[in-house]
């Protein structure tokens, strides 16, 4: 079963690679590129996974976060924080955000690629 993927950052070439990669595994992905499309984009179509880079030109990715988790479907989506900073601090602001992973820009994208494997594996 394919899960919804929601993919937020303004490097079009780094979200959109991503998504070409969840899609030939499967998945059904969305690419936005500012927070605030994210927001509206997961308030209507309902993801199961969103990755939201950090530092977006409108609003930062702690901002989608907590939008999101406000939402009805706030309570069971999974939020990956992307950023460039690879810290402890960066880590732990991104949990008080809501968020329930960090994955660091230049990572091996296959994690991301693993962890919607297993969401729709687990899914009913």
């Known amino acids: 079963m394919a899960i919804r993927v929601l993919l937020c950052d303004d490097n079009a070439d780094t ?3 991503l998504a070409m990669l969840l899609d030939a595994d499967g998945h059904d992905t969305h690419v ?3 927070g605030l499309a994210c927001i509206e984009k997961a308030r209507h179509w309902q993801p199961h996974l969103v990755l939201v880079d950090i530092g977006l030109p409108d609003v930062s990715g702690h901002v989608v976060a907590r939008e999101i988790r406000q939402m009805p479907v706030g309570r069971d989506v999974v939020l990956v924080a992307f950023t460039g900073r690879d ?3 960066e880590a732990r602001a991104a949990a008080g955000s809501g968020f329930n992973a960090h994955m660091t820009k230049g990572a ?4 991301l690629v693993e962890l919607a494997a297993r969401m729709r594996n687990a899914k009913p």
Do not use: F, G, K
């Open 15 to 17: 979200v959109d690679s």
């Open 32 to 34: 936005c590129y500012s």
């Open 87 to 89: 810290d402890t601090e």
């Open 108 to 111: 091996d994208p296959i994690l």
